[in-house]
């Protein structure tokens, strides 16, 4: 198994277009998540899934932002009409079991113009 | 909401010394996990160590170890012997029991000096 993938690495859209990245966890791992970063901070959470179903989300997640992970497998993460204020590292985290902790895929970065 | 305290924003080490990065958290919760974070520039978040809430014993991973302090809700982060590849920004993250959200700190970057 090659981690989490994350697609794709860096995206640049503009003001009010929609965009979507996705997220390949490892395959053992039931559970998937999505957070945010901005430049000097740590990451949020967004998003929880447990195998197909979204569990949690935060109030964070506006309503441009759905996330959905299809048949527990991958998910994918997007944005409608987006702002500048969207731009950050996307990170996407999966696991077993939660209390071993997360591994995180390396992020796409979205800059917003 | 929790809140999690990473007092310094930056700290420096010699190669080869000890530093220690300091995290306090609030939680009301006696079930618990803490986990430290490593995020080197442009690369992915490592998990470094964990600890158990409920474990007096502070954990260890090779030169990493943690002083857990739950009265006090501190958790800090040795580091021994510093090598050139620690330098990153590391984040503390408390787990609480019933919850699947990692919740993180500012971070601290860490510089290695040859």
């Known amino acids: 198994d090659t981690g989490v993938s994350q697609d794709p690495r860096h995206k640049i859209t503009k003001r009010g277009q929609n965009v979507t990245f996705r997220c390949d966890p490892i395959?053992?791992?039931?559970?998937l998540y999505w957070y945010r970063q901005t430049l000097g901070q740590g990451p949020e959470f967004l998003t929880y899934?447990?195998?197909?179903?979204?569990?949690?989300k935060s109030r964070l997640l506006s309503d441009r932002f759905s996330a959905e992970r299809p048949k527990g497998s991958f998910s994918t993460l997007e944005i409608q009409r987006t702002e500048q204020g969207d731009s950050a590292m996307y990170l996407c985290?999966?696991?077993?079991?939660?209390?071993?902790?997360?591994?995180f895929g390396s992020g796409t970065r979205l800059t917003v113009v | 909401a929790q809140t999690v305290t990473q007092s310094q924003p930056e700290m420096s080490v010699q190669e080869a010394e000890t530093v220690t990065l300091s995290c306090t958290y609030d939680?009301?919760?006696?079930?618990?996990?803490l986990f430290w974070y490593k995020q080197p520039p442009s690369r992915q978040m490592i998990l470094v160590i964990r600890?158990?809430?409920?474990?007096?014993q502070n954990a260890t991973e090779n030169r990493f170890s943690v002083n857990f302090q739950k009265a006090a809700k501190s958790f800090s982060l040795k580091i021994s012997d510093s090598q050139l590849g620690d330098a990153a920004m590391y984040f503390c993250a408390p787990l609480q029991g019933g919850s699947e959200k990692l919740v993180f700190g500012k971070g601290t970057k860490l510089t290695v000096n040859p």
């Open positions: 899934f447990q195998n197909e179903a979204q569990l949690e």
């Open positions: 939680t009301s919760e006696s079930d618990y996990y």
């Open positions: 985290a999966s696991s077993f079991y939660r209390v071993d902790g997360y591994t």
């Open positions: 600890q158990e809430a409920y474990k007096q």
């Open positions: 395959s053992e791992h039931n559970r």
